[in-house]
């Protein structure tokens, strides 16, 4: 059994570097494209405080993605590893066609697939699906309104400035609002793997007879998330960044500004929101401050199309990944 969970926490952390990967785009999408950092360079700042992010915000999101989608009562090594291919197959394609999904969402969808495969609706948390879902409609709204706030606030407070120094400060600025981001999105993001790694361990006896996030899981899955970020998703980060609509640096500042700040703050409170609807949702909020048409809104449709495809799909894999698990189990057991 041990070298079977090993396997699967080995699988987990391979999910985690593909939400990273994915991911990269809403760390570092804005900073490239307002040409303030290089791609490389901006991958490895946004890496770096993705890392960062393990030593100072909790692990709210890792307590209820661990406890509060499918009842722990039900969850076995089998679940687990259905739900991780259900996400990475679904999170792998994306970030292969440069679709920005929210691997936490795939998550998500693939433990919901496993889950009820494994036990029925019963099994699932109707009160942490819940949150989860109001999040999905609420993210990229907060994200835009908050957007939109910060960006008109900054345009009325530097209105007699010149362009070619605000231009020059919030180049600067924008390093910090990365680097917020960047935390804000570590924080969110690993701790949902963290969580499944956490719940694999407790349902397999490893973990003795409480719940918790060991530390060693804290530090492996920020690493791994970090890596992915390091790596990047190039056709990704050219979708958000190049092609939702273009951002000068006080653009990019606000977007980053708002998702950041919305980000932390659901971490906090231990929601499981995505951070790639909120960056998108940020970064169309600025857009429009200019003008609607500023922002391609056919792209955006798209992403939602996506968006909503994202928890189906990865539950169909996931459903139908536990299933040939048990016929091989019962195979070799024959």
């Not at 433990?111 to 819940?130: C, E, I, P, Q, R």
């Not at 900054?154 to 919030?170: D, Q, S, V």
Request: glycine share 12%; net charge positive; proline share 3%.
């Amino acid at each position: 059994m041990i070298y079977y969970v090993i396997l699967i926490v080995g699988v987990a952390l391979v999910f985690d570097f593909y939400n990273g990967m994915n991911d990269a785009a809403n760390s570092i999408a804005t900073i490239v494209s307002t040409r303030v950092l290089t791609p490389l360079r901006a991958v490895v700042w946004a890496a770096f405080f993705n890392f960062v992010a393990a030593f100072g915000f909790g692990v709210k999101v890792a307590t209820t993605v661990g406890k509060g989608i499918v009842d722990p009562s039900v969850v076995d090594a089998h679940v687990i590893l259905a739900g991780l291919i259900g996400a990475i197959a679904c999170t792998a394609l994306a970030t292969h066609f440069g679709i920005p999904i929210s691997a936490s969402h795939s998550l998500i969808g693939g433990l919901v697939g496993a889950g009820v495969t494994n036990a029925g609706l019963g099994a699932l948390n109707s009160s942490g699906l819940t949150k989860i879902v109001i999040f999905i409609v609420l993210a990229p709204l907060i994200g835009f309104v908050v957007g939109s706030i910060i960006m008109i606030s900054i345009h009325w407070i530097f209105r007699r400035a010149a362009p070619g120094k605000m231009e020059k400060y919030f180049k600067k600025l924008q390093l910090v609002s990365a680097a917020a981001f960047s935390l804000g999105h570590g924080t969110n993001d690993a701790q949902k793997t963290m969580g499944i790694i956490a719940v694999l361990l407790f349902s397999t006896g490893y973990l003795g007879e409480e719940f918790y996030v060991p530390i060693w899981v804290i530090l492996a899955a920020h690493a791994a998330i970090a890596l992915g970020t390091l790596l990047g998703g190039w056709r990704v980060i050219r979708t958000l960044g190049l092609r939702v609509t273009k951002l000068r640096p006080v653009g990019g500042f606000s977007a980053e500004a708002a998702a950041a700040s919305s980000l932390v703050y659901t971490a906090l409170g231990g929601i499981p929101a995505s951070t790639t609807h909120t960056i998108a949702g940020a970064i169309m909020g600025v857009g429009s401050t200019k003008r609607f048409s500023a922002v391609r809104w056919g792209i955006g449709r798209n992403l939602v199309i996506a968006w909503i495809l994202t928890i189906p799909l990865a539950a169909g894999v996931a459903a139908a990944s536990l299933g040939l698990i048990k016929l091989l189990l019962k195979l070799g057991a024959g």
